[in-house]
């Protein structure tokens, strides 16, 4: 019995100390460019040696891999909380997921032709994002497979984090307007699938 417990006690610890590198790495991303941070940048926030972020992750690539899929989790939980065909309440989601993530995004988006390992996690994060624009307005999206495809470019383009860069921090708009012209975009090219 106490063999079972100190081979849990030890599972527990090492899933507790790969959460807390990660978390530490979330934070930096979100603060840093993405060469800024290094291996020894997020051991020493997360309070372990070098070796030990390398011994959960391998190398800096894999602890990507492991931020981008927290970043996805916490973007779904955000983006769907939407009611599908509701633009507004879809939008404002995808807003405030921006909001907390999309200088980060935007960061690594610009990096990845420099980064090959954040290049793959770009593309994942846009199949992501698609399969978001579909499940909240699939229902308005025609059933031709080409002009599906084209809407779903045009909401694509209309809800990317450029977008949202370029609103709220090129031209400095509100939130509230951010939302609104976002949501016009949508509106627009919604209104553009009918004959």
């Given at each position: 019995?106490?063999?079972?417990?100190?081979?849990?006690?030890?599972?527990?610890?090492?899933?507790?100390?790969?959460?807390?590198?990660?978390?530490?790495?979330?934070?930096?991303?979100?603060?840093?460019?993405?060469?800024?941070?290094?291996?020894?940048?997020?051991?020493?926030?997360?309070?372990?040696?070098?070796?030990?972020?390398?011994?959960h992750f391998e190398s800096k690539a894999g602890v990507v891999v492991g931020v981008t899929e927290l970043f996805a989790e916490q973007a779904t939980a955000a983006r769907y909380t939407a009611a599908p065909g509701d633009v507004e309440g879809a939008v404002g989601a995808l807003v405030g997921d921006y909001e907390h993530m999309g200088d980060a995004n935007?960061?690594?988006?610009?990096?990845?032709?420099?980064?090959?390992?954040?290049?793959?996690?770009?593309?994942?994060?846009?199949?992501?994002?698609?399969?978001?624009?579909?499940?909240?307005?699939?229902?308005?999206?025609?059933?031709?497979?080409?002009?599906?495809?084209?809407?779903?470019?045009?909401?694509?383009?209309?809800?990317?984090?450029?977008?949202?860069?370029?609103?709220?921090?090129?031209?400095?708009?509100?939130?509230?307007?951010?939302?609104?012209?976002?949501?016009?975009?949508?509106?627009?090219?919604?209104?553009?699938?009918?004959?």
């Open positions: 019995m106490t063999r079972t417990y100190t081979q849990s006690g030890r599972a527990d610890s090492k899933v507790a100390t790969r959460a807390r590198i990660l978390d530490a790495a979330k934070d930096l991303f979100l603060e840093k460019a993405f060469e800024d941070v290094t291996l020894a940048s997020i051991a020493k926030a997360a309070g372990v040696s070098h070796q030990t972020v390398l011994n935007v960061r690594w988006a610009t990096a990845g032709d420099r980064f090959p390992e954040l290049a793959t996690q770009m593309d994942v994060a846009r199949a992501g994002h698609r399969t978001w624009l579909a499940t909240m307005f699939g229902a308005a999206l025609p059933t031709d497979p080409a002009r599906r495809e084209h809407i779903l470019d045009a909401l694509h383009a209309a809800t990317d984090v450029y977008v949202w860069k370029l609103l709220r921090r090129d031209l400095r708009r509100s939130r509230a307007e951010t939302e609104t012209t976002m949501a016009d975009l949508v509106v627009g090219v919604l209104r553009g699938i009918a004959p």
